[in-house]
């Protein structure tokens, strides 16, 4: 007996498909965004964890490796956490000796961030799996397919910002 995914069309597996009338039905972006999302940091934290690198916490040294000294209210922007969050992540790093906080001399209110020499080894691993994975998920389209996907996640994140 044939199972499920045989009796569907391609396209209803893909998350779109048609309703009872037969009209088409776009997929279902939203679930698929966030399944992808999911996946996407499970799959970076099996990478990261014998270093105990989650996916904010990779996110996070790849901005201070182009930002050195970076704030942490600039940090908690450019990962999209909150205030509150992002302090824990950023304690678990220093811990962890991936990073060094200190008050910036000019205004003693503002903690620069700047990464350690083991934070910086770890960011080449950062580096290494997010190459393979952009490999992984980028297989098999073109160019520009993958532009139309990087618009329209711009865009979701322009929209709802």
Not at 35 to 63: C, F, H, K, M, N
Not at 105 to 128: E, F, W
Request: hydrophobic content about 45%; cysteine-free; proline content about 5%.
């Amino acid at each position: 007996m044939a199972g499920r995914a045989d009796r569907e069309p391609a396209v209803m597996r893909d998350g779109g498909g048609t309703d009872g009338a037969g009209s088409r039905r776009p997929p279902r972006l939203i679930f698929l965004t966030l399944t992808a999302e999911r996946r996407l940091r499970r799959w970076i934290g099996r990478r990261g964890e014998d270093r105990g690198l989650s996916a904010p916490a990779a996110g996070v040294l790849l901005y201070l490796a182009t930002r050195p000294g970076a704030s942490t209210g600039e940090v908690a922007e450019a990962v999209d956490a909150s205030p509150a969050g992002l302090s824990g992540l950023l304690a678990r790093l220093e811990k962890a000796g991936l990073l060094t906080r200190a008050p910036d001399p000019a205004d003693r209110r503002t903690i620069r961030v700047n990464l350690t020499a083991d934070g910086k080894a770890a960011l080449g691993v950062v580096q290494s799996a997010l190459g393979e994975l952009n490999g992984k998920i980028a297989d098999g389209f073109s160019a520009q397919e993958l532009a139309v996907v990087a618009r329209w996640l711009r865009h979701v994140a322009e929209v709802l910002d």
